[in-house]
């Protein structure tokens, strides 16, 4: 692979990344804040989840540690979430 074939690789996947966790973030939040019930809240945080975890890794890809450090924290605090509105 060319040099410039790896690099549109990496900014292709790190696009792929930042868009997915933009939009689990924003179906997370709809289905928090409509609050329709406890599984549908749960979902909600699953979302939520996964977009801070896209984000840890984009943030770590681009050198980012203030990002990294505060979806670190909101991935923690969303299976926080998980654990209460699904498991317990």
Same mark, same amino acid.
């Given at each position: 692979?060319?040099?410039?074939? =790896?690099?549109? +690789?990496?900014?292709?996947?790190? =696009? #792929?990344?930042?868009?997915?966790?933009? @939009?689990?973030?924003? +179906?997370?939040?709809?289905? @928090? #804040?409509?609050?329709?019930?406890?599984?549908? +809240?749960?979902?909600?945080?699953?979302?939520?989840?996964?977009?801070?975890? =896209?984000?840890?890794?984009?943030?770590?890809? $681009?050198?980012?540690?203030?990002? @990294?450090? $505060?979806?670190? +924290?909101?991935? =923690?605090?969303?299976?926080?979430?998980?654990?209460?509105?699904?498991?317990?």
């Amino acid at each position: 692979m060319t040099r410039i074939a =790896a690099l549109r +690789v990496h900014v292709l996947g790190l =696009a #792929a990344l930042k868009w997915l966790g933009t @939009v689990a973030g924003i +179906v997370g939040a709809l289905l @928090v #804040a409509l609050n329709i019930g406890g599984t549908i +809240v749960g979902i909600g945080f699953i979302f939520f989840a996964v977009s801070a975890a =896209a984000w840890v890794v984009a943030g770590w890809r $681009m050198g980012e540690p203030s990002l @990294v450090a $505060m979806h670190g +924290v909101f991935l =923690a605090i969303n299976l926080l979430g998980i654990w209460r509105w699904l498991a317990a």
